[in-house]
């Protein structure tokens, strides 16, 4: 297994990725995932020996403070092997001076999460996707 890089022109076969594991909703198409892949500060891939993508993860951050860690997704034949684990230290790397945040609501994701050394924050709020702010007089 390779862990490199995502460049847009991966964009086709993580979309198979993705909408073969359950992640289809989160893009809205092949133009829209090159774009969140270049748009990302760290976008990788997971390369099994015979040249496929098996895994994919991205992370926004501001490279000081704070980060978002997003879409961890290894096929399932794939699973339990540490590709998962090996993608999310590819992107977060060693720094420790980085608050990372993510959303952990898919089966097994806490405890996946858990055993990389995340934990439940009772702080943390979002406004989900297509909702406006709202405003208040």
Known sequence: MQIRSA??????????????????HRIAGLEHLGQLISASQ??????????????????????????????VVVAEP??????GQ???QHVLGSETDITWVLRAGRSGAAEFFAKLG????SVAMERPRGQRLRIEV
């Open 7 to 24: 460049v847009a022109s991966d964009a086709d076969a993580v979309h198979r990725l993705l909408s073969a594991n359950g992640w289809a």
């Open 42 to 71: 760290q976008a990788v891939i997971a390369l099994a020996d015979d040249g496929e993508i098996i895994g994919f993860a991205r992370a926004i951050s501001d490279g000081m403070s704070n980060g978002y860690l997003s879409m």
């Open 78 to 83: 794939f699973r339990r092997q540490g590709i």
């Open 86 to 88: 090996a993608l999310v």
């Open 118 to 121: 995340f934990s439940p924050s």
